[in-house]
């Protein structure tokens, strides 16, 4: 007779008995273990339904934010003008501006956008973890006031987000923030780099 019950190349099928002792331990409250196990898989449960309602929520108000009217600080008044020929009716109604009997939307004209996909070229120059540099590169898009720049200096190249600043006539068309990078000579070296940037 075979001291094994089991054999190379044969697949053994193991199937868990219910235990009426196992499944009312599962449900003893006074057990550490049990309030550890249900506290870790109730913030679970609490993150998952946070970043849904996020997502849901930040969608929501991206959509509001582009259906926001034209607000004009204008009496009432009806226009008409011609282009190409053809005849427009250009409206102000409640303070709301109207083109051809539609309202006109933030998201119906480009410039009013908070935000958008747009290259602007930028001259760039910070202080690192290796001292300071200056470089050239570009913005690549925008939320309201923050910046997604992509550049490259003498040492290294960069991404990182900016914020615009304006200070009445003496700042425009600069911002400031932080960015992450690699060296140009050793990929693995990363580096931080505050800078100030410029729009030309």
């Known amino acids: 007779m075979s001291e094994f019950n089991c054999s190379v190349g044969k697949k053994q099928k ?24 249900a506290i870790t898989d109730f913030f679970k449960v609490l993150i998952i339904c946070g970043i849904i309602f996020g997502l849901i929520f930040g969608y929501g108000y991206w959509k509001g934010i582009g259906n926001k009217p034209i607000l004009l600080g204008y009496k009432d008044f009806v226009s008409y003008i011609e282009r190409n020929g053809e005849q427009h009716k250009i409206e102000v109604k409640k303070g709301m501006l109207y083109f ?28 690192g973890t290796s001292g300071g540099e200056v470089g ?39 911002s400031t923030g932080i960015a992450i990078g690699k060296a140009w000579q050793n990929p693995e070296d990363t580096r931080i780099l505050w800078y100030w940037s410029i729009k030309f």
């Not at 003893?28 to 309030?35: D, E, Y």
């Not at 939307?105 to 009013?112: A, G, K, T």
């Not at 913005?139 to 960069?158: I, M, P, S």
């Open 100 to 127: 051809d009997d539609k309202r006109v939307n933030v998201s119906n004209i480009p410039q009013l956008k908070p935000y958008g996909i747009k290259i602007k070229p930028k001259l760039f120059a910070g202080l």
């Open 136 to 174: 050239i590169g570009a913005e690549l898009a925008h939320y309201f006031k923050f910046n997604l720049d992509v550049f490259g200096t003498q040492k290294a190249a960069y991404l990182g987000i900016s914020y615009d600043i304006e200070w009445a006539e003496w700042i425009r068309n600069s």
């Open 14 to 37: 193991y199937r868990e008995k219910f235990e009426l002792r196992k499944f009312g331990k599962g449900f003893n409250i006074l057990n550490p273990i049990w309030w550890g196990k």
